[in-house]
């Protein structure tokens, strides 16, 4: 898996294009994840115990995850990411423009 759960992504397509944001949520299934501030959706929420008045709530939608790359936290770039194996045989990843582990 290139991305993980609390990396920072930017957008690469769509209406929130260039937009960054820290990865909430993967579902690496449906190659798809939920970037905070992304794509944002309008929910119309029926009033239930929990929310009495119903209403409108904001809410991030799946985008694709061919759709976003990773800003290394070291070089703040868009990363493409690689892998290490080191000698013990532990896979690391890394960001290949400037070779540090993530
Ligand atoms: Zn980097």
């Known amino acids: 898996m290139k991305l993980q759960k609390n990396d920072t992504v930017t957008v ?3 209406k929130d294009r260039g ?4 990865l909430l949520r993967l579902f690496p299934e449906k190659a798809m994840a939920i970037v905070e501030g ?3 959706i309008r929910k119309h929420m029926r009033p239930t115990r929990d929310n009495p008045k119903g209403g409108i709530i904001v809410k991030e ?6 759709n976003v790359m990773l800003i290394c936290p070291r070089c703040s770039q868009k990363a ?4 290490l194996i080191l000698s013990d045989g532990v896979k690391k990843r890394i960001c290949k423009k400037c070779k ?3």
């Open 12 to 14: 690469l397509r769509g």
């Open 19 to 22: 937009k960054k944001g820290k």
């Open 38 to 40: 992304v794509n944002n």
């Open 61 to 66: 939608a799946p985008i694709r995850l061919s």
């Open 80 to 83: 493409r990411v690689g892998f």
């Open 100 to 102: 540090e582990i993530l």
